[in-house]
């Protein structure tokens, strides 16, 4: 498969909660990047950080990357119900070639 | 940011019909792009990479013949659907990558369904 995968599959929380979702991937990476899906929508770009870095900020998003484990996690700090979406990392490989994992599938209730 | 457009954003089409969906790069030239599948509630699945001026490139199980992909231009990339069936039915959504930037672009999809 050439997937990677996420937990939790689905993952409800209350508005104002954190929410961390985890990734694995089964190859060497030049980067890892995370993407957000409004359902039936396109992918928007949240975060990269590349296989030397091991933590990255941006806004409410903070992410970790441990190639050791070849795993990462997104953390949303401050939930909004507008962050109601599906997530999910993705790595490059190179050529920009991308490879994304299963998903979450965040709900955030007001 | 870079903007990439894909076109029609839906269609439904009769089983043994072929349908064209185009990739576009707006502001940006794009010797690259990439054609995904994604099924209801599931992640991308990468079909192929597109290469402007060369055949594509697929990824394993996908049929080269059942979804032909050109790249004629620097700014558009075409998949067709050949003798597309229901099982066909799915969203696709295609990537520009920017040169010198690792970002990719995504289009807003398309979602096929074939009856």
């Known amino acids: 498969s050439q997937q990677g995968e996420e937990d939790p599959q689905a993952l409800s929380i209350q508005e104002g909660e954190n929410a961390t979702m985890n990734c694995s991937y089964k190859t060497s990476i030049n980067n890892l990047q995370w993407y957000r899906q409004n359902s039936g929508r396109g992918l928007v770009h949240l975060i990269l950080?590349?296989?030397?870095?091991r933590e990255k900020h941006s806004g409410r998003l903070r992410v970790t990357l441990d190639t050791s484990k070849k795993s990462s996690s997104l953390l949303i700090t401050a939930s909004r119900a507008a962050d109601t979406a599906s997530y999910f990392c993705?790595?490059?490989?190179?050529?920009?070639?991308?490879?994304f994992g299963s998903g979450t599938r965040l709900l955030v209730r007001p | 940011g870079a903007v990439v457009s894909q076109h029609p954003s839906w269609v439904i089409c009769k089983s043994g019909t072929s349908v064209k969906i185009e990739c576009r790069s707006l502001?940006?030239?794009?010797?690259?792009m990439f054609w995904y599948r994604q099924f209801p509630k599931q992640s991308l699945m990468l079909m192929a990479t597109s290469n402007e001026g060369s055949k594509a490139t697929y990824e394993q199980g996908v049929e080269k013949d059942k979804f032909l992909i050109n790249h004629a231009s620097l700014t558009l990339s075409t998949l067709t659907v050949t003798s597309a069936h229901p099982e066909d039915s799915s969203f696709y959504i295609c990537?520009?990558?920017?040169?010198?930037?690792?970002?990719?672009?995504f289009g807003q999809g398309t979602r096929l369904t074939v009856v």
């Open positions: 950080i590349r296989s030397n870095e």
């Open positions: 993705a790595t490059e490989q190179g050529s920009y070639k991308l490879i």
């Open positions: 990537s520009a990558a920017l040169p010198g930037n690792t970002e990719a672009f």
């Open positions: 502001d940006f030239q794009a010797t690259t």
